[in-house]
């Protein structure tokens, strides 16, 4: 709205009484009115003036139409009072007699109720204004600016309707909500959060929820929430959260971040779930796993016993007894020893079999030298038997790694070293092992046709890969790609290995003793 530049305040009263400091400010503020509608022009800004002596109101023609006054004519104190929303009329009053009697800035919001051809529309108008005052302190006049706040009001309300209809909505989910601003301190909790823990808000507030999480998992969760934080990344933990009755309970919190409509960042929201019978669950399928895993390497070296200490012998005593009766056949012609002679060589190539077979489901050098040697042989063999170069190195490995580890970074290599023979269509395969700190690290890769990472594969090598590291702490990585070769790592740190193998021995310790069945 634009003031016209002909606008002026209203004239006070020729015959109203003025006093000379009155007077004084009268003539000041006539002399900076120029001054003010200058000022205003071209804005929405309402020009205002109160004379407390004369009890006169003068209102610029911007002010008249946000209060739906005539652009001429007088205004009264009754005219304002007469524009005001019934229910805002005794606070805005109080508001404004306040701030001049006690020498206070003067500031509020009210609804001004305009006519128009019949119909009322109500206008959001903020107003302020300061005082004058004479010697002693009485108040001469109050001069202010108002302006239409409609829209902002509007999209506030629209904002609280939002944000209730989220509160009704959160409130209702079969889930625990939270959310927390740019400063990562949280500031919101849903109701079935708060019963969940039996917590008051105010007692959840901030970095006070933590006072509730696991003491093992507590700085897991904290600098997992603190890292994804920093990096605006998605993230999803499980910890242990205290429930009402004081038993803890698994937990899965999966957070996201938060952006205002102009992009800037604005905090986080999560929900978390009670995944407590789940984990058990998981926890004892993983077990099972474990427990068939132990049993298939136990049958493995049992079977691997029996041809090497069994079979292969028996063998090689019916090769020496067949080429001794070869020999020794008086008058046999040449094609009967000749014959027995091949039968000779069928029944070492049998034992040679036996014995290849027997390494291959256990390796008696892993077993009497370690991994490292244990790998070395076996890379030696697959490469004579499978017509595959395998250049295999090793560094900083320590002597003494154990026995479970070693035979998992074994198998590893074994299934790796198939896969490609079986699908890389390359003859070279690259093996590594090292140590670095407390994680041992083997890596198996070639330069063959890769894969693609995304599409489901209908082989078990992989769980099966992920489930031995899992038995020992450790984790498995695969890089591929189409045509670019394939990388298998395998990590495994050697510390909490070491305390997975003291909680199994514990655990069958215990099962033992009570008379479980596993």
């Known amino acids: 709205m634009t003031q016209p530049a002909d606008a002026a305040m209203v004239p006070l009263p020729n015959d109203a009484p003025m006093t000379n400091e009155s007077a004084r400010v009268e003539d000041a503020l006539r002399k900076s009115e120029e001054w003010f509608r200058l000022a205003t022009l071209g804005s929405q800004l309402g020009l205002w003036y109160w004379d407390e002596v004369r009890q006169a109101l003068l209102w610029d023609v911007t002010a008249r139409e946000l209060f739906g006054a005539p652009a001429e004519g007088e205004v009264t104190l ?79 309300q629209k904002l609280r309707e939002s944000e209730e209809r989220f509160r009704l909505v959160a409130n209702a989910a079969p889930v625990m909500i939270w ?20 917590q008051p808000l105010e007692a959840q507030l901030g970095e006070r929820w933590t006072a509730g999480v696991h003491p093992e998992e507590l700085k897991f969760c904290v600098e997992t929430y603190s890292r994804a934080f920093d990096g605006r990344e998605p993230f999803e933990m499980q910890y242990r959260l205290r429930r009402n009755d004081g038993e803890y309970r698994w937990i ?111 390796s008696s050098t892993l077993d009497r030298l370690g991994v490292v040697a244990g790998l070395q042989g ?82 078990i090598g992989i769980r099966s890969m992920e489930e031995r590291l899992r038995l020992v702490g450790g984790w498995l990585e695969i890089h591929s790609g189409a045509s670019k070769g394939a990388r298998v790592e395998a990590w495994v740190p050697l510390n909490r290995a070491s305390q997975l193998a003291q909680t199994r021995e514990s655990s069958d310790a215990s099962e033992l003793w009570t008379g479980g069945i596993p």
Not at 179 to 198: A, I, V
């Open 78 to 156: 009754q005219t304002f009072v007469d524009a005001l929303h019934v229910d805002d009329r005794d606070r805005v009053m109080r508001t404004w007699r306040r701030a001049l009697e006690n020498r206070l800035p003067y500031a509020t919001d009210m609804r001004a109720v305009v006519s128009r051809d019949g119909s009322s529309k109500v206008r959001w108008v903020h107003a302020r204004g300061s005082g004058y005052y004479d010697e002693r302190g009485e108040p001469l006049v109050m001069v202010g600016v108002v302006f239409d706040i409609t829209d902002r009001k509007e999209a506030e």
């Open 252 to 362: 899965l919190d999966t957070g996201v971040p938060r952006f205002n409509s102009d992009g800037s960042f604005a905090g986080y929201i999560g929900s978390c779930i009670d995944v407590t019978e789940r984990k058990l669950a998981a926890d004892a399928l993983a077990g099972l796993s474990g427990r068939l895993i132990e049993a298939q390497e136990d049958e493995r070296n049992r079977i691997a016993r029996e041809l090497h200490d069994d079979y292969a012998q028996r063998l090689a005593i019916l090769s020496m007894g067949l080429e001794s009766l070869a020999e020794n056949v008086a008058g046999s012609s040449v094609e009967i020893r000749d014959q027995l002679l091949r039968f000779v060589d069928h029944a070492s190539e049998l034992g040679a079999d036996l014995h290849s077979l027997s390494h291959r489901l256990h």
């Open 378 to 459: 076996f890379c030696k063999e697959f490469a004579q038997q499978q017509s595959v170069q395998v250049d295999f190195s090793h560094e900083n490995v320590p002597s003494g790694i154990p026995a479970d580890v070693g035979l998992c970074i074994f198998r590893i290599a074994q299934e790796a070293l198939r896969n490609i023979k079986k699908h890389s269509g390359v003859k070279k395969a690259e093996v590594r092992l090292d140590c670095t700190g407390e994680t041992l690290h083997l890596s198996v890769s070639d330069r063959g046709r890769g894969f693609d990472l995304h599409e489901p594969s209908t082989g």
């Open 179 to 198: 959310m927390s601003g740019t400063d990562k301190l949280c500031d919101y909790f849903n109701q079935p959060w708060l019963e969940f823990t039996g």
